[in-house]
Every structure is written in structure tokens, then in C-alpha cells.
């Protein structure tokens, strides 16, 4: 069973920030949270992941917790182009051979102009 | 960044027949390739994980003599769906491991007559 928790649906306006959240209470010290999304019909895009530190790429931010029970995966300007499922995972791994990624429900998210 | 590619995209059989999806990584090795199955408005299922030559490991509930995962080379991982029948209909998803990251294939689309 997946070890995330995330709201089934969001959505937001097309220029504003989207902030999706994540609970993932039973996760241990050398679990990653990793987030992807996957836009219909395709596979799963890869976006970013974290142990503990907030990080930072092109596509977006992960905000983790101190005590690491939660995060939120921030698109600062979103776009139509960003409407998918939205899958926060735990995992070990960040350049370990890690397990396969288990994915749960994930949440859609549905940008509008 | 990564890339792994699958053939077909999109492929019809009749039933009874059997059916092979390639998986590759274009620009990296892979020791480890995943295979996933997923339904409509559903989320990804692992079916099997692939080390470069040994056996896959199955998931539980998936039968291995009816999809065959091949992994000969640290580029290419074959999974046959063998007397293919209308409820083998779907989107499988394949991924490659490159030093604990995993990277997913477009997917292909599988469905039997």
C-alpha cells in the first residue's frame, strides 16, 4: 500500500501558485519523498525529490516538514500545460539502487485560464 | 536528462495472440527496469521488476508464465503478453533505474480483440 496521503482534486487558476500537499506520517530516516506527475496517456514525468531539505528546480519546490510527516509540492506559476496527477511517493533512494516506486492515487490537478 | 523509450506506442490484437513491448534506455544503462500496468482512471501497478540477466520478480496476483519479462541486455527489457485476452487490455508502463533514479517510458497502449 502506498505510504502518502494527498487530496484526491485540486485546482487553480492559470499564473497562480499551486500548492499541492502530502502526508507521509510513517516515513523513515532514509525514506526520500519523491513527486512526479503524469499527464494523460503518457508516462510518469519525473519532478523533484527531497530528504529533508526544502529544494528547489526549474519545474518546481518541495517544502518538507522538520519533522518530515508532510510536504508540499509548489508550481509557482502554473499553466494549462501542468493540468495532471500529481503522485507523492516515499522511497529509499536519492543515489542509493532504490525499491520500485509505488505510486497511490495521486491528485488531479486541473489548471484553468 | 534520461530517456527511455518503449515500442509500440499503441498496438491491437486479436485474442489468443501474443504480444511483445520493448523497453529501452537510450542514453544510460539500467540495471533494474520496472514494468507497470494501469487502467483507466487508475493509478500505476507494478507488475515486476527486472535485473539485467536474472529472472524478474513478479508481483503478487501477476502471473509470470502469461507475461514474460525478458532483460538481456543493461538497455533493453522485453515484456510478452502471452494468449492475450480482452481483460489484458491496457496502458503498460515500463522505467529504468540509473543510479537509484527511475525513469519512465511513454507507455504503451495494449488492447485485444
Known amino acids: 500500500d502506498a505510504k502518502t496521503t494527498q487530496p484526491p482534486s485540486m485546482d487553480c487558476a492559470e499564473g497562480r501558485a499551486a500548492n499541492l500537499p502530502c502526508n507521509h506520517s510513517?516515513?523513515?530516516?532514509?525514506?526520500?519523498v519523491y513527486w512526479y506527475r503524469q499527464i494523460h496517456s503518457q508516462g510518469p514525468q519525473y519532478i523533484i525529490h527531497g530528504l529533508k531539505n526544502n529544494e528547489t528546480n526549474e519545474m518546481a519546490s518541495l517544502i518538507i516538514t522538520e519533522d518530515r510527516k508532510s510536504s508540499t509540492l509548489i508550481l509557482p506559476h502554473a499553466t494549462l500545460r501542468d493540468t495532471a496527477v500529481y503522485y507523492c511517493?516515499?522511497?529509499?533512494?536519492?543515489?542509493?539502487?532504490?525499491?520500485?516506486?509505488?505510486f497511490g492515487k495521486g491528485t488531479t490537478l486541473s489548471v484553468s485560464s | 536528462g534520461a530517456v527511455v523509450s518503449q515500442h509500440p506506442s499503441r498496438v491491437i490484437c486479436k485474442s489468443g495472440t501474443s504480444v511483445k513491448i520493448e523497453c529501452r534506455s537510450l542514453?544510460?544503462?539500467?540495471?533494474?527496469m520496472f514494468w507497470y500496468r494501469q487502467f483507466p482512471k487508475k493509478s500505476l501497478m507494478l507488475m515486476a521488476t527486472?535485473?539485467?540477466?536474472?529472472?524478474?520478480?513478479?508481483e503478487q496476483g501477476v502471473e509470470k508464465d502469461k507475461f514474460l519479462i525478458n532483460h538481456a541486455s543493461l538497455t533493453l527489457s522485453t515484456l510478452t503478453v502471452t494468449s492475450a485476452h480482452p481483460e489484458d487490455s491496457s496502458f503498460y508502463i515500463c522505467s529504468a533505474q540509473n543510479t537509484g533514479e527511475q525513469y519512465f517510458g511513454p507507455g504503451t497502449r495494449l488492447t485485444v480483440t
Open positions: 510513517t516515513i523513515s530516516g532514509n525514506e526520500y
Open positions: 527486472s535485473n539485467e540477466g536474472s529472472k524478474a520478480t513478479y
Open positions: 542514453d544510460f544503462q539500467a540495471t533494474t
Open positions: 511517493i516515499v522511497r529509499v533512494g536519492g543515489g542509493q539502487a532504490g525499491t520500485a516506486l509505488i
